[in-house]
């Protein structure tokens, strides 16, 4: 099962991809923790992604779409996988279609978490967000705060803000998401494989929407 996960900056839609993934042996592959990754690795590219994750910008399309490229023929992704942060435009859905359509292959589904009414909830739960500076596991100080405060409950490593949680970069990527997320959403409702769920409920029954959505059962 191959589905995307797409909702505004602090929706929580890498918590439930990351979820799922545990629960269905399926890889979640995160966008932003891999342009994250390359930026602290300093490779080619550097510049424009820093831009990129410091200010909430677009990154330049085909640096992205090596990074997807070089994930999803990996062999582990052979059962479908989870992509999150990736689409963010319709531009790119039309080149995720053509990369799957070259396999023969199609998306089944691209999830949909929303929060109705205005983005207050939504900066209030970036701002308590922390992850994990080795792992990239992601703690909330508000629904799910580490055991020991200030490290990983994984790897024991320090939790960290991330550099991009500031109200003028959720402001910058909240104008950003508006922007392209319309004719994205659009998109795939057209082809009928949209899923759209209220993520203002708690994480668990948020997760139990999705299950049931997809029609997947937890043992
Ligand atoms: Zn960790």
Redo the contacts with the bound molecule.
């Keep these: 099962m191959k589905i995307v996960f797409i909702g505004p900056p602090g929706v929580g839609k890498g918590s439930q991809a990351k979820r799922l993934s545990a629960d269905t042996l399926r890889p979640h592959i995160s966008m932003g923790d891999m342009l994250r990754l390359q930026k602290m690795k300093k490779i080619q590219g550097g510049k424009s992604l820093g831009s990129f994750i410091d200010c909430g910008d677009l990154v330049p399309c085909e640096v992205v779409i090596k990074f997807l490229k070089d994930r999803i023929f990996k062999e582990d992704c052979r059962n479908g996988y989870y992509l999150d942060g990736f689409p963010r435009t319709l531009k790119q859905a039309n080149v995720l279609d053509s990369i799957l359509a070259e396999q023969g292959d199609f998306l089944d589904f691209a999830v949909e978490f929303y929060i109705p009414g205005t983005g207050n909830d939504l900066f209030e739960r970036i701002m308590s967000r922390l992850s ?1 500076s ?2 990239s ?1 992601t703690y909330s100080m508000k629904n799910r705060p580490p055991l020991r405060e200030g490290f ?1 409950d ?4 320090p939790l960290l803000r991330r550099e991009d949680d500031t109200l003028s970069s959720f402001r910058k990527r909240m104008d950003i998401f508006k922007k392209w997320a319309t004719p994205l959403l659009d998109y795939y409702k057209e082809k009928g494989i949209l899923l759209r769920f209220n993520a203002l409920n708690s994480i668990d029954e948020t997760y139990a929407d999705l299950l049931k959505g997809l029609g997947v059962q937890k043992e």
């Excluded at 994984?154 to 490593?157: E, G, I, R």
């Design positions: 994990c080795q792992c596991e990983c994984l790897c024991d490593a």
